[in-house]
């Protein structure tokens, strides 16, 4: 069915047709909104979902590390500073092994306070063993939270999945949003069948172990083997998904007229809408210009993102994040799928940090700037020097 | 690959072998942990002067008192670590804590 409706009403619509066992949320600007959706929900009796009003952050992903260690199915959502609180107990749930689904709505860290979007959320948990995947509009997020919980449950990854979208650009505006029919979701998600369920007396099991440094780096070790295990997962849960809705959800990233590309720029979230009207604008000038738009972030699909920008000369990979003393991180995945062999031109920039609005112009002065570049040059886009 | 350690010698698995997020099947898994090693001091239990109260069997945080129809029967010195809140809490001075070195038995 096809309805406008905000990022925010996209996500908590994915999360009443999955309806977890349990949500456990803690309102923040600019996620409020999906908690908000989802209590009315419950408290209207439409799913049977219990509903965690939690303290803070800290408590909310408490929660579902308990929730999820019982054997329930847990979805939670958060944004900036809530993210940063939750940070501690996501490396538990990761540990864990626990697949926790939740929506990040992106949004900057203090300070200075800010509310708007950035990548900074996103980028403090880049090593936390969540799974990250990016969204370009309501429609993808809204996929995506559906997609999330299958992968985060397959048997051989079991790991937390974030799916990100864009603060207030994807939360607050309205999109067309075709839903799938609530069965059909259900469906695709399936039951949740959990290997050790903590509430199952007649199978006792010890949850969060201590493990001295004989077996820490181990279980770190098969931590990794769930992350390995993502990518296949990952294109095998688009592959059914899209036939479910028919919309084409196939590889690690969207090429945008990329195939002889000359100048190409890489880029999570809704900034990609912007550059795709960009290249199309460009080409219709004659322009080589294309564009790599990253759905899985972590784990980072290095290989494939390399194979399909060795055709181009100059790359411009955009980071929405400082990653304070180096390059950006997005920009350091990108150029590792080269290391030791010949490649583009990489460039790397810092655009769009508190909410600072990127218009068409300042895409177009990136496709420019490329014209002369050099590899390792760190540029920062909309900035008043 | 073989450890003898301070806690337990046993084959040390692989990282292939390891159930998902370290869960131990099972259950608990404390009385396989000697933890007595960890020890300073000891508490030495006098049974003359034991009245069988309970509060040193009840405040243990290693539950090391053994226990025989509501009687104390002595101490585990496997998993006793010497925190001495038993000798603390007993009310008739009953157990004594003695360093562990340079004798006490």
Known sequence: ????????????????????DVVAVYPITPQSEIAEYYAEYVHNGIVKTELIPVESEHSAMSACVGASAAGARVITATASQGLALMVEVLYVAAGLRLPIVMALANRSLSAPINIHCDHSDAYLARDSGAIQ????????????????????????????????????????????VETLPDEAVKDFVGEYDPPYPLLDVDRPVTWGVFAMPDYYFELKRAQQAGMEAAPEA?????????????????????????????????????????AKAVVDELRDKGERVGLLKVWLWRPFPRAEIAEALA???????????????????????????FA???????????????????????????????????TGELRYLGLRE | MRRRGCTLA??????????????????????????????????????????HCLQ??????????????????????????????????????????????????
């Open chain 1, 311 to 337: 055709g181009a000369k100059a790359v411009a990979v955009m980071d929405r994040a400082i990653s304070f003393g180096n390059l950006g991180a997005l920009y350091l995945d990108v150029v590792s799928g």
């Open chain 1, 234 to 274: 990952f294109l095998e849960i688009q592959k059914a998904y899209s036939e479910l809705c028919g919309r084409p959800y196939k590889g690690f990233f969207e090429a945008y007229k990329l195939d002889d590309a000359e100048r190409v720029i890489v880029v999570m979230g809704s900034t990609a809408g912007t």
């Open chain 1, 1 to 20: 069915m096809r309805k406008v409706m905000t990022g925010h009403k996209a996500v908590a619509e994915a999360m009443r047709q999955i309806e977890p």
């Open chain 1, 133 to 176: 995947i990016f969204a370009e509009s309501a429609q993808e997020a809204y996929d995506y939270m559906i997609m999330a919980q299958k992968l985060a449950e397959n048997a051989k990854v079991r790991l937390p999945v974030i799916v990100n979208l864009d603060g207030f650009t994807l939360t607050h505006s309205s999109q067309v």
């Open chain 2, 56 to 105: 040193c069997w009840l405040h243990c945080p290693d539950n090391s008192f053994f226990l025989k129809e509501q009687k104390i029967t002595g101490i585990d010195y496997d998993h006793c670590k010497g925190c001495g809140v038993c000798a603390a809490i007993c009310p008739v001075g009953a157990i004594e804590m003695v360093p562990e070195r340079g004798g006490g038995r």
């Open chain 1, 340 to 374: 030791g062999r010949p490649g583009p031109t990489f460039v790397n920039y810092i655009y769009g940090l508190g909410g600072r609005d990127v218009p068409m112009e300042h895409i177009a002065e990136v496709f420019e700037g490329l014209k002369e570049a050099e």
């Open chain 2, 10 to 51: 046993v084959e040390l698995k692989s990282w292939k072998e390891l159930p998902v997020g370290g869960v131990i099947p099972g259950g608990a898994t404390p009385e396989l942990n000697k933890t007595g090693s960890w020890r300073a001091k000891r508490p030495v239990w006098n049974a003359e002067k034991c009245v």
